[in-house]
């Protein structure tokens, strides 16, 4: 349909008016997943926590709900990982260095960083889930001082799976951090662990005052509480980064409900014990 | 502010001069129901009607709205309120848009439904003729209806019309009015009165105690499976709702294929993909995929879920949910009764 165009003041507020973004960067990391370096062409920084999100589009296709995969401390540029699993996401895919891409943001409510430094931090991160959290393993590694001891595991379907090869690569020899991963289906090649993201729990201690962070597909949430119980780590500790349709990123359309919140904009990081009551957390 | 008293034979003649200023949206007949429509004459109104089909929130969020506008230069904002009234309007969608402004306005405030909104004149009118399916008598009718800019009353030889704002005292110097005398304006306060009690049909107990019973009954699976059985997820209960306003945004070239526009549209819950996200390689996963639970959730949002933000329920008592719903399964005080006996 064809829109009349109007502004009604300079400034007006239009939450929806997206900013351009330069591709500065782009790289393949799996067979349906790149990542892009942005920068925005305003000249303004990105500022946001880890863990929020953009409305991210390409015009004539529309908008995808995308999480920041780069550390807030970079402030220039920001990276995004798109999978190509639909109209948005396949067109964005198709976009190279020089394009634009536009974003609204930052929107939602990312890690509550201030609730996290001087603890100990374990993050469970699977398959695509390891994106939004390599914003906050990102700002951890880089202020390390802050955080006491760092437990990263990382659960991918196969080997071909794995995202961030080079960071995953960094991460087994650093001694910042305790870097454990597994796969569901291994190839001849591997000689890592096999089954899935909980088996790993096994591999270490955690002790029960650990700030655990969650992040991955619907399925695997409700197990990995099982083994943090286990280990007595209280709800108001664990914080999950909740995956649902944010169409509109600002509350109002209605797609990312659980029960009475918005995922986009009361999340979509929430500190368990505020939703487990919910009945429709992990439906 | 203040109130008046119209004639009846002096009402075409305002609302004639009202036109001629700016889009009026009123309600009309259509074939044997009535909608609001734009007005090109008075003779078109219809102040005694029973409920329109589809509400007037459709007069300040459109079905579709253009959000932005792209081209290769960039994106433009489409915010583009026009002065418009919406007259005739009953108070249970004084009621239904007064919540829609809070929703709207709250935490990122959307400009495209607001500039819409603060563009629009309201003015409310009685009730001459109840819906058969209507309960607005029963539902919260201690919460107020706020918002409306003017409202206007039938009574015996003409109309009270009185004014609550700036832009409602404006529309009086377009007729015919009088200084209403204090007996007038308790005739009407009377008729609206007596009109509350005229529902045919009416919820059982309070909403508040309404919205805790229906919250509680969340978890009977079986009950909700059994009331959503006929369910086709058609989603009219959605779009028939005053109250509703979840969308959808989606991209549309115009034919030029290099420029087009952004674009909301009206969407409802109880369709069958509405929470359904893509995982990718096929996969999908769809968070409310039974239809018990996008009807439940209905249910929840209109009875419980935003009460304590809205000050009531989302729920106004219109009926049109119920007369629109072909299997007539929607009906809240019918739902509401069968959560209460089980």
């Given at each position: 349909?064809a829109?009349?165009?109007?502004?009604?003041t300079?400034?007006?507020?239009n939450?929806?008016?997206?900013?351009?973004?330069?591709?500065?960067?782009?790289?393949?990391?799996?067979?349906?997943?790149?990542m892009?370096?942005?920068?925005?062409?305003?000249?303004?920084?990105?500022i946001?926590?880890?863990?929020?999100?953009?409305?991210?589009?390409?015009?004539?296709?529309g908008?995808?709900?995308?999480?920041?995969?780069?550390?807030?401390?970079?402030?220039?540029?920001f990276?995004v990982?798109?999978?190509?699993?639909?109209?948005?996401?396949?067109?964005?895919?198709?976009?190279?260095?020089?394009?634009?891409?536009?974003?609204?943001?930052?929107?939602?409510?990312?890690?509550?960083?201030?609730?996290?430094r001087?603890r100990?931090?374990?993050?469970?991160?699977?398959?695509i889930?390891?994106?939004?959290?390599?914003?906050?393993?990102?700002?951890?590694?880089?202020?390390?001082?802050?955080?006491?001891?760092?437990?990263?595991?990382?659960?991918?379907?196969?080997?071909?799976?794995?995202?961030?090869?080079?960071?995953?690569?960094?991460?087994?020899?650093?001694?910042a951090?305790?870097?454990?991963?597994?796969?569901?289906?291994?190839?001849?090649?591997?000689?890592?662990?096999?089954?899935?993201?909980t088996?790993?729990f096994?591999?270490?201690?955690?002790?029960?005052?650990t700030?655990?962070?969650?992040?991955?597909?619907p399925?695997?949430?409700?197990?990995?509480?099982?083994?943090?119980?286990?280990?007595?780590?209280?709800?108001?500790?664990?914080?999950?980064?909740?995956?649902?349709?944010?169409?509109?990123?600002?509350?109002?359309?209605?797609?990312?409900?659980?029960?009475?919140?918005?995922?986009?904009?009361?999340?979509?990081?929430?500190?368990?014990?505020?939703?487990?009551?919910?009945?429709?957390?992990?439906? | 502010?203040?109130?008046?008293?119209?004639?009846?034979?002096?009402?075409?003649?305002?609302?004639?001069?009202?036109?001629?200023?700016?889009?009026?949206?009123?309600?009309?007949?259509?074939?044997?129901?009535?909608?609001?429509?734009?007005?090109r004459?008075?003779?078109q109104?219809?102040?005694?009607?029973?409920?329109s089909?589809v509400p007037?929130?459709?007069?300040?969020?459109?079905t579709?709205?253009?959000?932005?506008?792209?081209?290769?230069?960039?994106?433009?904002?489409?915010?583009?309120?026009?002065?418009?009234?919406?007259?005739?309007?009953?108070?249970?969608?004084?009621?239904?848009?007064?919540?829609?402004?809070?929703?709207?306005?709250?935490?990122?405030?959307?400009?495209?439904?607001?500039?819409?909104r603060?563009a629009?004149?309201?003015?409310?009118s009685?009730?001459?003729?109840?819906?058969p399916?209507?309960?607005?008598g029963?539902?919260?009718?201690?919460v107020?209806?706020?918002?409306?800019?003017?409202?206007?009353t039938?009574?015996?030889?003409?109309y009270?019309?009185?004014?609550?704002?700036?832009?409602?005292?404006?529309?009086?110097?377009?007729?015919k009015?009088?200084?209403?005398?204090?007996a007038?304006?308790?005739?009407?306060?009377?008729?609206?009165?007596?009109?509350?009690?005229?529902?045919?049909?009416?919820?059982?107990v309070?909403?508040?105690?309404?919205?805790?019973?229906?919250?509680?009954?969340?978890?009977?699976?079986?009950?909700?499976?059994?009331?959503?059985?006929?369910?086709?997820?058609c989603?009219?209960?959605?779009?028939?709702?005053?109250?509703?306003?979840?969308?959808?945004?989606?991209?549309?070239w115009?034919?030029?294929?290099?420029?087009?526009?952004?674009?909301?549209?009206?969407?409802?819950c109880?369709?069958?993909?509405?929470?359904?996200?893509?995982?990718?390689?096929?996969?999908?996963?769809?968070?409310?995929?039974?239809?018990?639970?996008?009807?439940?959730?209905?249910?929840?949002?209109?009875?419980?879920?935003?009460?304590?933000?809205?000050?009531?329920?989302?729920?106004?008592?219109?009926?049109r949910?119920?007369?629109?719903?072909?299997p007539?399964?929607?009906d809240?005080v019918?739902?509401v009764?069968?959560?209460?006996e089980?």
């Open positions: 349909m829109v009349q165009k109007h502004t009604e300079a400034g007006e507020g939450v929806f008016l997206p900013m351009e973004a330069g591709i500065l960067r782009v790289e393949a990391l799996t067979a349906t997943e790149k892009f370096t942005l920068r925005l062409k305003n000249g303004q920084p990105m946001y926590d880890p863990g929020q999100i953009v409305e991210l589009s390409l015009f004539g296709y908008e995808i709900p995308i999480g920041f995969a780069s550390s807030p401390t970079r402030r220039e540029t990276d990982v798109v999978r190509s699993v639909g109209r948005v996401s396949t067109a964005v895919n198709r976009c190279a260095k020089g394009d634009s891409l536009w974003v609204r943001g930052p929107l939602g409510r990312g890690f509550d960083l201030p609730k996290l001087g100990n931090i374990l993050i469970v991160a699977a398959g889930g390891l994106c939004p959290t390599r914003s906050l393993i990102q700002y951890i590694l880089e202020c390390r001082d802050e955080f006491k001891k760092f437990t990263l595991f990382f659960g991918a379907r196969t080997p071909q799976h794995q995202l961030f090869l080079a960071d995953l690569e960094t991460w087994r020899r650093s001694d951090v305790a870097y454990y991963e597994t796969v569901d289906r291994p190839d001849a090649t591997w000689q890592g662990n096999v089954g899935v993201i088996t790993l096994g591999k270490v201690e955690i002790e029960p005052d700030r655990v962070v969650i992040c991955g597909p399925v695997m949430y409700r197990f990995v509480i099982r083994e943090l119980d286990k280990i007595g780590i209280p709800h108001h500790r664990v914080f999950v980064d909740l995956e649902r349709r944010m169409k509109c990123g600002i509350g109002k359309c209605g797609h990312c409900q659980i029960n009475d919140r918005y995922v986009c904009t009361d999340g979509p990081v929430f500190p368990y014990h505020e939703i487990e009551d919910l009945e429709e957390v992990f439906a | 502010m203040a109130a008046y008293f119209l004639r009846e034979s002096d009402l075409a003649a305002w609302v004639n001069r009202l036109i001629r200023g700016r889009r009026v949206w009123g309600p009309v007949a259509k074939k044997t129901q009535f909608v609001f429509a734009e007005l004459s008075a003779a109104l219809r102040l005694d009607y029973d409920v089909l007037p929130k459709k007069a300040i969020f459109p579709t709205q253009g959000l932005i506008a792209f081209s290769p230069k960039g994106a433009e904002s489409c915010v583009l309120p026009k002065p418009q009234i919406l007259f005739g309007v009953h108070f249970y969608d004084v009621k239904a848009i007064d919540q829609l402004d809070l929703l709207f306005a709250e935490k990122h405030a959307d400009r495209n439904y607001l500039a819409n603060e629009t004149t309201i003015v409310g009685s009730i001459q003729r109840v819906f399916r209507a309960f607005w029963s539902i919260a009718p201690e107020e209806p706020r918002g409306h800019d003017a409202f206007l039938k009574i015996r030889g003409g009270l019309f009185e004014t609550r704002t700036r832009k409602g005292e404006a529309l009086v110097r377009a007729g009015f009088t200084p209403a005398s204090a007038k304006v308790e005739e009407a306060r009377q008729v609206n009165a007596r009109m509350m009690t005229c529902c045919p049909e009416k919820l059982p309070p909403a508040a105690e309404v919205a805790r019973k229906v919250r509680l009954g969340y978890i009977k699976e079986d009950l909700w499976k059994e009331l959503a059985r006929d369910c086709f997820s989603g009219t209960c959605n779009i028939l709702c005053p109250t509703c306003y979840c969308f959808d945004v989606q991209d549309h115009n034919i030029d294929q290099v420029s087009g526009a952004r674009c909301r549209s009206w969407d409802g109880q369709l069958e993909d509405f929470a359904r996200v893509s995982l990718g390689e096929g996969a999908s996963e769809n968070f409310r995929e039974e239809r018990h639970e996008r009807y439940r959730h209905r249910v929840m949002r209109k009875l419980s879920y935003l009460n304590q933000k809205l000050g009531g329920p989302a729920c106004v008592g219109c009926g949910c119920s007369a629109g719903c072909v007539d399964i929607a809240p019918r739902i009764a069968r959560i209460l089980v």
